[in-house]
């Protein structure tokens, strides 16, 4: 009987095991974590080191506007998406459709506003009117 049930046992296959455990995804999440808070760190002192003062400013303004235009451009609701995910007997497919048109129509609308009343708009940002655009372009993807 100690025979048969040797042989039962070897025959089944083995538990997968984790790849590279817990320890392994820990440590992964720790560098990415530290290394996104090193670039920005570093590009501080790269930048004000090559470019001129005036350039660095516009930079500056320029990446502090992005996030106030992405949440400005789509009323923060493609962070709905995110939220609803995860709710019982949610019809994603549907509900992510409802999202993207209306991120979509909210940020057209607002970039033909911005365009439109281009002149206004880079006067009250502070930035060279040619950036407008290139900012639409950033925030598009960022959304």
Do not use: C
């Amino acid at each position: 009987m100690t025979g048969a049930s040797s042989k039962t046992t070897s025959m089944l296959p083995a538990a997968p095991q984790p790849r590279g455990g817990v320890v392994r995804q820990i440590i992964n999440q720790l560098g990415v974590a530290i290394a996104s808070k090193l670039v920005p760190l570093a590009a501080i002192f790269l930048y004000s080191r090559m470019m001129s003062v005036a350039d660095y400013g516009v930079l500056n303004l320029f990446q502090s506007y992005l996030w106030i235009f992405a949440l400005a451009l789509s009323l923060n609701l493609h962070v709905a998406v995110g939220r609803y995910i995860y709710l019982p007997g949610a019809a994603f497919e549907s509900f992510l459709g409802t999202t993207l048109l209306s991120v979509g129509a909210v940020f057209a609308v607002g970039s033909v506003a911005i365009l439109a009343l281009a002149d206004a708009t880079s006067v009250l940002l502070g930035m060279p009117q040619i950036l407008l655009p290139l900012m639409l372009v950033t925030v598009a993807g960022q959304l």
